[in-house]
């Protein structure tokens, strides 16, 4: 399925008094292209519009009009658009049996069917993406425009069982895109959907065991337990048992040694004898922790308040604190990412700012390959943006850290 949003996006809101209404855009009008550049996505909606002068494009009705916006120092454009994905939506094309979507009784608004894998739409809006979809060009415009952080759709690192879940092959290999965005610096947040019998026990174990392994940059891992209503068509998929529940807790307060007061979330448990079920299974699992634990009853809203009493801290915690080179990542961009990134750095200080000389100042590796690698790049910015730029190398600056200062 894919799905045409619109080939041009349309102004929803203009600004009373700002630039884009004092050059006379209005509501309703259709961008056709702006600087000459027909908009793919509100990212770069946003970032053509960032120049002093904008010269638009727009479809008014049947009229065609050219409108030039200018905008004094520092002022906003003034006018929203009204969607997010101007082009094509990358629609999914896996078909996991426990999509939410599939579970969706018929004859609601055509949106809500929607099955996006779309990283502009995990950027903007926390959308899970399982990047089977994702491209050579896709990772080029992440790492260029710095769209961190992503969220991205484990539920298992084994490429069988995760191909196996997505019933979609490139599953088995497409979080290979989540380890070169890692390796440039970009942030990602990942989710595992638990499926009883399909990635939980064993699987879950070598799950998280392959992720502190393989992506230990990751910022976070949401473990989400597979929701169903009533229009699952699926008959493999079901819901965990109360047993299974406590288990989980239970271990998982051990594997990770938490302390202190910790609330946990039955949400939706409606029968008495449920959460009978599930408290018991709880204190029966929660007496085989060496910590002191206390558990309450289930509240009003559907929680259980519970104390656990630390038995140790982790050793890593004990013997080690965070590098202060890499901030405790494990990882450094890369010398050629630097180098990237101080270039649209210049650019953004050099259109911010009236400047006729600017001076570089970065690590040694990184001041190396500007003057190397990097010189034929730095005569043209220079020769395009009509500046001199000054290169310094600072020993006391680690490979990451730079400066672009206005001289
Ligand atoms: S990746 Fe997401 S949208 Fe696509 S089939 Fe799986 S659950 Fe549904």
């Not at 884009?20 to 909606?45: H, Y």
Request: proline fraction near 4%.
């Amino acid at each position: 399925m894919s799905a045409v949003i619109d080939s041009l996006p349309e102004i929803s809101a203009v600004e009373p008094s700002s630039a884009a209404s004092r050059a006379g855009l209005l509501p309703g009008d259709r961008i056709v292209s702006v600087n000459g550049v027909s908009p793919r996505d509100i990212l770069e909606w946003h970032r053509l519009v960032e120049s002093d002068v904008v010269d638009l494009q727009v479809a008014r009705g049947r009229e065609s009009l050219d409108l030039v916006v200018e905008r004094l120092p520092g002022e906003p454009f003034g006018a929203s658009v009204s969607s997010a994905v101007f082009d094509r939506i990358h629609t999914c094309d896996n078909h996991c049996e426990f999509c939410f979507i599939y579970q969706l009784p018929k004859g609601m608004r055509q949106s809500l069917y929607l099955k996006d894998d779309d990283y502009r739409l995990s950027f903007l809006f926390g959308n899970f993406t399982t990047l089977t979809r994702f491209t050579e060009a896709d990772l080029e415009r992440v790492l260029d425009e710095r769209l961190s952080p992503l969220y991205v759709s484990i539920h298992a690192v084994d490429p069988n069982v995760r191909s196996e879940m997505l019933r979609n092959n490139r599953g088995g290999f497409s979080l290979r895109w989540l380890r070169l965005m890692l390796d440039n610096g970009i942030n990602a947040r990942a989710q595992i959907v638990l499926c009883p019998g399909v990635n939980d026990g064993d699987i879950l174990d070598s799950t998280l065991c392959g992720l502190l392994e393989q992506f230990p940059e990751l910022e976070s891992i949401a473990i989400v337990p597979l929701g169903l209503s009533r229009y699952n068509p699926e008959s493999r998929m079901r819901v965990h048992t109360p047993e299974e529940a406590a288990q989980t807790i239970s271990r998982q307060l051990r594997l990770r040694n938490l302390g202190g007061i910790i609330i946990i979330d039955f949400i939706d448990m409606q029968s008495e004898d449920h959460k009978k079920q599930v408290l018991t299974a709880l204190q029966r699992n929660l007496d085989k922790d060496h910590a002191k634990t206390k558990i309450t009853e289930v509240s009003a809203l559907g929680l259980v308040e519970m104390t656990r009493k630390r038995t140790r801290e982790s050793l890593e915690h004990i013997l080690c604190e965070p590098c202060s080179t890499c901030g405790g990542r494990g990882v450094l961009k890369t010398s050629e990412s630097i180098c990237l990134e101080i270039f649209r750095e210049i650019i953004r200080v050099v259109r911010q700012y009236n400047v006729q000389q600017i001076m570089v100042l970065a690590s040694e590796q990184v001041v190396e390959m500007l003057l190397d690698e990097e010189a034929d790049m730095l005569a043209e910015l220079e020769s395009f943006l009509n500046i001199g730029i000054k290169i310094r190398a600072e020993a006391e600056y680690n490979q990451e850290h730079y400066d672009v200062v206005l001289l």
